[in-house]
């Protein structure tokens, strides 16, 4: 499995934004964030390929995901956000592109430990 390592989160005001970084240990085909709030399932974010990308409903127009392929590194960038976009975000990771339509946790295979992002209103 690849090792990830998430950065980046951290405390914004509503409107702000933020950019989450995760560096992997190797090259992988799917990778994709997730978050999780306190109480609630693990959803979907964003998922990228190299052949394209897809987001939740509740994030697109507002957040943006995109990969350095020579440096391993994953991004997400997150404009406007919102106090329902508090999370723990988590990096994933699968050699598999079947993630990228679903976005769905099952698909994925690796993950990181997470980084906190905390919007307040």
């Known amino acids: 499995q690849v090792q990830l390592v998430e950065s980046g989160g951290g405390s914004v005001q509503a409107g702000g934004s933020l950019k989450l970084s995760c560096t992997a240990s190797s090259y992988t085909s799917l990778m994709g964030w997730f978050r999780q709030a306190p109480g609630k399932r693990r959803e979907g974010v964003a998922a990228?390929?190299?052949?394209?990308?897809n987001y939740a409903t509740s994030v697109k127009g507002r957040f943006t995901i995109s990969r350095d392929y020579a440096k391993n590194t994953l991004y997400l960038q997150m404009n406007s956000l919102k106090p329902e976009d508090t999370a723990m975000y988590y990096c994933a990771a699968d050699i598999v592109d079947g993630g990228l339509e679903s976005l769905a946790a099952g698909d994925f295979g690796s993950w990181g430990q997470g980084t906190q992002v905390t919007v307040s209103s």
């Open positions: 990228i390929t190299y052949d394209g990308t």
